[in-house]
C-alpha cells in the first residue's frame, strides 16, 4: 500500500506550559499516587472558573459518567435519556450500572439533543437525561432543566467537549445535579487520559468521594473529620495519578492561551470555507446568539454521504486527515439490544453520514491552516 505522508494530522497533543515541570515537582513531592497538592489544585480552580460546588479529578469522563450512574442509585427497570448520537460512554456508563437507555434525535442545527422530544420519552421510570454539549455548543439548558425539574428527574451534562463554554452567561456543566469533563487527549485541554466530575448538588459530595475512593471515607480521614477510614460503601477506584494531574494543572493554567489559539483556527477555517460551503450546499456549524462555544470542533456538513467519502480520501491523499464521527448509537449491535430501531432517530443518522471533522489541535500553524483550505477548496466535485 502507498502510504502518504501525514502533513496534517487530525489532532496531535502539545505542551503548552509549565507541564515537565510540573511533573517533576510532583515526583519530588513524593506524592504520585492520586489527591496529591496538583490533584487539589486542579480541583480548586475548576471549581473556581466554572462556578461549580465541588470537581472530582477521575481516570477519564467515563469513569465520572459511571460515578455519576452509581450516585443517582440507579434500580433495575430506570430508564436514562441519552442522545443517539454521542459517545458510546454516554450510555454505557448507565447501561452498565443497570439502565435501559431511551435514545432521543439531535436538533439538525446545532446536533445538540432535541429537547422538544423529550416529553414524549419521559414516564415514570425515567431517572435521568443527559445531554451532551456537542462541539462545545451548550443544549437548550433552560427547556431541558424545565422539564427535568418538573418531572422530578436528574440531569447529567456530558460536557467532555465543553469545557469554558456558557450558555446565557454561565458555563456549561454547572447546570446538572452533576457533569462530566474529559481530559483525553482529543479534547482542547488534556493529560492523556482523564477527566472530572462536577457536583452541583451539595447532598451528593460525600457519597461521590467515597464512591471515587474504593467505598471508604477515606477523603474524610485525610481532612481528620473521622479517626480512621473505613468501608462505607460500594465504590472504585477513579483517582488518577498526581503526574497526570501536574501535566493537567500546567494546561488548564493556560486557558486564555489555548481558547484564544483554539478561537484563531476555528474562525479561519469559518471565514475561509464560508462561500465555497455556501456555493457547494455544504453546511458549517451554527453557533446560537446566547450560546459561547468552547471551540472544541470544526466540522463540515457535506450534502450525501458519497461527498463526504470522496472529500475524506481527497484531503488524506494530500496528507490531511479529515474524519467522520459518531455513528447513531441505537442502531449499533448493542443499541439494538435495547430496542434499536423502536427509536426514531432521522437525525442522527443523516448527520451521522454527512458530517465530516477538520484538524483542529492547538498548535496546529497558519501555513497548515491555509494548505487545509486551500486543498478544500480545490475539491473536484464530479469525485
Ligand atoms: C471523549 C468523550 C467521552 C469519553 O471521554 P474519556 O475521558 O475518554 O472517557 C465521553 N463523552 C463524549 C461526548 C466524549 O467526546
Redo the contacts with the bound molecule.
Keep these: 500500500m502507498n502510504k502518504t505522508t501525514i502533513r496534517v494530522p487530525f489532532n496531535k497533543p502539545s505542551i503548552i506550559g509549565n507541564e515537565i515541570n510540573y511533573i517533576i515537582e510532583a515526583i519530588q513531592n513524593g506524592h504520585i499516587s492520586g489527591d496529591g497538592e496538583f490533584t487539589k489544585s486542579c480541583q480548586t480552580l475548576l471549581e473556581k472558573q466554572l462556578e461549580v460546588k465541588k470537581v472530582l479529578l477521575t481516570t ?6 459511571e460515578m455519576a450512574a452509581l450516585l443517582i442509585g440507579l434500580k433495575p427497570g430506570d430508564e436514562v435519556i441519552v442522545p443517539s448520537f ?2 458510546v ?2 450510555v454505557n456508563a448507565f447501561v452498565l450500572h443497570g439502565a435501559k437507555p431511551v435514545f432521543i434525535d439531535i436538533r439538525p442545527d446545532t446536533l445538540n439533543l432535541d429537547e422538544s422530544c423529550l416529553e414524549k420519552l419521559i414516564n415514570r421510570k425515567t431517572k435521568a437525561i443527559v445531554p ?1 454539549h ?1 462541539a462545545g455548543i451548550g443544549c437548550e439548558m433552560d427547556a431541558i432543566m424545565n422539564i427535568a425539574s418538573s418531572n422530578g428527574i436528574a440531569v447529567i451534562e ?1 460536557n ?2 465543553g469545557l469554558y463554554g456558557k450558555y446565557r452567561g454561565r458555563s456549561l456543566g454547572s447546570f446538572g445535579c452533576m457533569a ?1 469533563q ?3 487527549e ?2 482542547n485541554f488534556y493529560c492523556g ?3 472530572a466530575l462536577l457536583i452541583n448538588d451539595p447532598s451528593l459530595i460525600e457519597r461521590a468521594e467515597i464512591i471515587r475512593e474504593k467505598g471508604t471515607d477515606r477523603s474524610r480521614f485525610f481532612r481528620g473529620q473521622v479517626d480512621r477510614y473505613t468501608w462505607r460503601d460500594i465504590g472504585s477506584s477513579y483517582l488518577p495519578s498526581d503526574i497526570l494531574a501536574a501535566f493537567l494543572l500546567a494546561q488548564l493554567e493556560e486557558k486564555n492561551k489555548v481558547q484564544h489559539t483554539r478561537k484563531f483556527i476555528w474562525e479561519y477555517y469559518f471565514d475561509h470555507l464560508c462561500e465555497w460551503a455556501e456555493s457547494y450546499g455544504v453546511k458549517l456549524p451554527f453557533v446560537p446568539a446566547h450560546c459561547e462555544q468552547s471551540y472544541h470542533m470544526f466540522y463540515l456538513l457535506v450534502p450525501s454521504y458519497e461527498a463526504r467519502q470522496a472529500l475524506i480520501s481527497y484531503l488524506r491523499k494530500l496528507g490531511i486527515y479529515s474524519v467522520f464521527h459518531y455513528l447513531p448509537l441505537h442502531l449499533s449491535a448493542k443499541g439494538r439490544e435495547h430496542g434499536g430501531n423502536e427509536f426514531d432517530c432521522p437525525v442522527s443518522l443523516d448527520i451521522s453520514e454527512r458530517i465530516l471533522r477538520l484538524p483542529l489541535y492547538n498548535d496546529l500553524t497558519e501555513d497548515n491552516l491555509s494548505y487545509v483550505v486551500n486543498s478544500i477548496r480545490k475539491f473536484d466535485w464530479r469525485y
Design positions: 477519564s469522563c467515563t469513569h465520572a459518567l454521542t459517545f460512554s454516554t451532551v456537542y456530558d467532555a467537549h462530566t474529559s481530559f483525553h482529543t479534547k487520559e482523564g477527566g
